[in-house]
């Protein structure tokens, strides 16, 4: 998930994507989730919310770029 220019967290959004997307995701054999972000970001409590809940099923990995994601994946 590319999050450099950050989201807003709406609840609707936030129980269909726990609901909803997150098992959907699980079943296509997914087993890790990127987000691309600063090394700080305005959004930390979302992506702290969000990585939680990713957690429970994937990897998570935060990095600066796309490229850097899937250096840490392939480790």
Not at 15 to 22: I, P, S
Not at 31 to 57: A, M, Q, V, Y
């Amino acid at each position: 998930m590319d999050a450099r220019n950050g989201f807003v967290d709406v609840e609707d959004d936030v129980r269909w994507g726990f609901d909803y997307f997150l098992p959907e995701l699980k079943k296509t054999g997914c087993k890790i989730w990127g987000f691309i972000l600063p090394e700080i970001s305005d959004i930390e409590g979302e992506i702290d919310l969000w990585t939680r809940e990713i957690e429970k099923n994937f990897r998570v990995i935060r990095a600066l770029s796309y490229e850097e994601i899937l250096d840490l994946a392939r480790q």
